[in-house]
């Protein structure tokens, strides 16, 4: 199997021209929906780890 760097370098920008890229407004929306998903997770996690915190306190009398 031999290998063509003319071929293969054709084959890439074949490739690269089939590529669609989102629009900005696409790309704010997901970045939005991203750090709130982040922003709402943590949230949650904050929330059950002060009450487990608070449980095992409650529990031990620490």
Known sequence: MSVNPTKFLRD???EAKKVTWPTRRTTL???AAVLAMAAGAS???FIVDQ???FGIQT???L
């Open 43 to 45: 949230a949650f996690f």
């Open 51 to 53: 009450a487990i915190g």
């Open 29 to 31: 929306v997901t970045t």
């Open 12 to 14: 890439v920008r074949s």
């Open 59 to 61: 529990l031990f009398g």
